[in-house]
């Protein structure tokens, strides 16, 4: 293992690296339940992700950002996030490819080829980052990003085995049987991958089986003898896993049962969607419907609510809520009486212009808003990133959650905020008749208490769940599952 950061503690940590034959084949939940797992029998855990791309991020109590993936794996590993746990950050937005941020903070943005010249430049933070986890902890897991096969990126890497072969870290290969041809992905990789990087793989799972596992023993053999690496076990299917917060779009591309709620909630799938996991407890409660229009789509008739979520590229989702007609939708909606709620970047889509004076988005300019609330943002380069608490304005109704944007919004309307902070600042806009609001802050609806006041507000009635516990409890539930069908003693003796 490298050697601990100038200055820090040292402590023998051991490491282990999951990576995939793919994307999507489970790697961040696996790595949450074995952070759970190992941390349930009192080891320090910590996750580490060198690089990952993700516009679902979360704020750190130490003001940055990282993936949604690694706050969930911290969450499980009961400690709480830092920047180092996710060192380089991408972003996708439109027309300037992605914002690259690195430890928590943006360092500027990038196209696919500037950015592989920039890759190894960004390798000292990445181990820095790690040292610093490593230093004091007792077993630091570390994921991949996307395959561990994508040879043709080899060359730089910091994400797969470039970063395990600098930080001397063990590698476990993970296929996913779901998506079929799991014997292909994992004797393929032993094909493709430089024999140096395959001596680095200590073994394979086999993730998201479904049905008797008796069958598949032999296929379990078949990679064993074809690749000489060992099997570590064939994880069935964890059917709970979308009670947890998801990181990847991808997601919303699947198939999601709206539900058979009374109260309906349409939320158009714009292309830069951020923070999607704003969404969860709503779908999680009985009494709601949560609609995901995608493109082709119109706006249910029986619509209640729209929910305008965060996005990464404001003024460019805006353009493409306007391509698919959802726009004319929404106004109708507005003037039929209908309710419109904005989060983040929907907020500003709900004022009368955005601006870009610097072109932090792309071209340097300005477009009108969907006009619903008299209100104007100017984009600006400084990123606000907090934690943040209070109350539902007007009321003593509790939340907590955080703000993660770029962006000023003032105008007539914000002189009714949807939100008040703890330390007196208001923080939204809503209309005259308050049927159109709006704010900046992520993971309001956590709150049970904030989001029955919400959802009696719009005129549904809210459950008893108790989302956080249920989190947990589904974390709890992972482990076990992961704990049953692993070799947890083994793969510690593999870590190193």
Known sequence: MAEPAAGSARRRAKALMIQGTGSDVGKSLIVAGLARAFANRGLRVVPFKPQNMSNNAAVTADGGEIGRA??????????????????????????????????????????????????????????????????????????????????NLRGGDIANMGFAEAAGVPVVLLGDIDRGGVIAQIVGTKAVIPEPDAARIVGFLVNKFRGDSSLFASGMAFIAENTGWPALGLIPHFADAGLLPAEDAVVLSKSRQPGDGALTIAVPVLPHIANFDDLDPLQAEPSVRLVMLKRGQPLPA????????????????????????????????????????GICGGYQMLGRRIADPQGIEGPAGSVAGLGLLDVE????????????AGTLAGSPVPFAGYEMHVGETSGADSARPALSFADGR????????????????????????????????????????AFEARVEATLDRLAAHVAAHVDLDRLLKLAR
């Open 70 to 151: 690694q706050a969930l794996q911290a969450r499980a590993a009961r400690v709480a996030p830092t920047v180092d746990m996710n060192p380089v950050l991408l972003k996708p937005q439109s027309e300037v490819g992605s914002q690259v941020v690195v430890q928590g903070r943006i360092l500027g943005n990038a196209r696919a080829a500037e950015y592989q010249s920039m890759k190894p430049g960004l390798m000292a933070a990445v181990l820095d980052s790690f040292n610093r986890l490593a230093a004091d902890a007792d077993l630091v897991l570390v994921e991949g990003a996307g395959s561990a096969a994508e040879v």
């Open 426 to 465: 208001p923080d939204g806009a809503t209309s005259a008749d308050g049927r159109i609001e709006g704010h900046y802050v992520h993971g309001v609806f956590n709150a049970d208490a904030a989001r029955a006041a919400l959802i009696a507000r719009w005129g549904g009635m809210a459950s008893d769940l």
């Open 377 to 388: 943002t100017v984009l600006t380069a400084e990123k606000s990133l907090i934690e943040v």
């Open 302 to 341: 029986e619509t209640d609510v729209v929910l305008l979520p965060g996005s990464k590229a404001t003024i460019s989702d805006l353009a493409a809520l306007r391509a698919e007609g959802w726009d004319i939708d929404i106004l109708a909606h507005a003037r039929r009486g209908g309710r419109v709620v």
